[in-house]
């Protein structure tokens, strides 16, 4: 399927994550995405590694992760040459996107006003760390830092003196998710306007921006939250429970499932300190000990199968090899097959939407399915500076 977007061209300005993960989810949904790189060295994610891969090329694992459905094109924006391509290139594009520094493209020659006059319905995109304007306006960000800065690492991790980073770069997708939306809210506003706007977004207001529980029990009830590990700092019991062999996770999200759980595993749901879940929460210690000593003689996998029979939420604690391996995932269409020029038919995480028309009593998949690879470096250089500059 060719997909919804496949009538609109996005210019990637954007290197690293945040920008080319939002580029890649408009990418996946059939638009044309032009990725502008610097001559030589290309996006710095192809040096990020290990691992590296390919025998005699050394191919970043790293930037395969957020490139697929993808063209590129080598410009130097210092050159005048070269800066008189991207302005075809703008003049004929729907979307830009860049994550340079606060005034890096007003010194390039390409401020909002000038993108504007060269092309007033083109939707621009413009990630930053921390914010574009405000007191630290401008400030340099990178995923990690935001994570700390923006509060995520002090809820995350074993305790209130153990803060972790999450596993992956988060403030930097979720920035590019929130961009991709942005773009796609602006784009749907154009249809009415028949002008473009700029979006800005950044990873301190993205990770901000999905706090959610977390953020009101400071905002509202003035209580600071902090890590706690692998329980749930509102329901109990929910989290990771060891058992004979290993551990499992579980969530009693509601009474009747904790009546179900102590059901089946001979627990006392009337128990002093366990009849409500805020009763469980301010006893949380003792509710896990006496979970975990219930599970104490039970195997992972005959848990698994009680705990499912029960109707209770469960599941096992997969390493990534497991969950590319596991059906379901495939069923899901998470795994998407591409031909790479130098590594030949690979596997990269596919996209998380699926769409469906619904007709005559029937749904019919419209997903798209086939994808391109992470494009080598102005591997189509000549194509767009043939679209950029002709008529």
């Known amino acids: 399927m060719p997909g919804a977007l496949q009538n609109i061209t996005v210019i990637d300005l954007t290197r690293a994550l945040a920008g080319p993960h939002a580029a890649q989810m408009l990418g996946d949904q059939g638009a044309r995405v032009i990725k502008v790189e610097t001559p030589g060295t290309g996006d710095d994610t192809r040096s990020w590694g290990p691992p590296f891969v390919g ?100 809820l995350t991790g074993s305790g209130p003196d153990d803060p972790q980073r999450v596993g992956t770069p988060i403030g930097d997708l979720l920035a590019g998710i929130h961009g991709a939306y942005g773009v796609m809210t602006a784009l749907y506003e154009r249809e009415t306007t028949g002008r473009g706007q700029v ?52 969530s009693c999200g509601n009474e009747t499932l904790w009546q179900k759980l102590c059901a089946e595993f001979g627990l006392d749901p009337a128990a002093e300190g366990m009849a409500t879940n805020a009763e469980r929460n301010a006893n949380r210690q003792a509710v896990i000990a ?59 995480p596919g996209p998380p939407l699926r769409f469906f028309d619904v007709a005559d009593g029937a749904q019919t998949e419209t997903t798209r399915t086939e994808h391109t690879a992470p494009p080598a470096l102005d591997a189509d250089g000549d194509v767009v500076r043939a679209w950029a500059l002709g008529g």
């Open 55 to 154: 025998d005699d090329e050394h191919i970043s694992t790293y930037y395969l992760s957020c490139n697929r459905n993808k063209e590129s094109i080598a410009l130097n924006l210092k050159d005048d040459a070269d800066k008189a391509v991207l302005e075809g290139m703008v003049r004929k594009a729907d979307v830009l996107m860049e994550n340079f520094r606060t005034g890096v493209m007003d010194r390039l020659g390409f401020s909002m006003e000038r993108l504007a006059e060269l092309n007033p319905r083109l939707v621009v995109l413009s990630i930053s760390g921390f914010g574009h304007d405000g007191p630290e306006g401008g400030r340099p960000g990178y995923d990690q830092i935001a994570q700390g800065e923006a509060g995520l690492m002090s």
């Open 290 to 348: 006496a979970v975990e000593g219930a599970f104490a003689d039970v195997t992972a996998e005959d848990l698994l199968a009680r705990l499912g029979a029960a109707g209770i939420p469960s599941g096992k604690v997969r390493t990534l090899d497991e969950v590319y391996a596991w059906e379901q995932t495939r069923s899901q269409g998470l795994l998407a097959q591409v031909e790479h020029p130098v590594l030949g038919n690979i596997h990269l």
């Open 199 to 250: 979006v800005r977004t950044s990873l301190l207001a993205s990770i901000v921006g999905v706090h959610a529980f977390q953020g009101t029990r400071w905002t509202v009830a003035q209580e600071i939250p902090a890590a706690q590990g692998n329980h749930h700092p509102s329901i109990t019991p929910y989290g990771l429970f060891h058992c004979a062999d290993g551990s499992v996770q579980i």
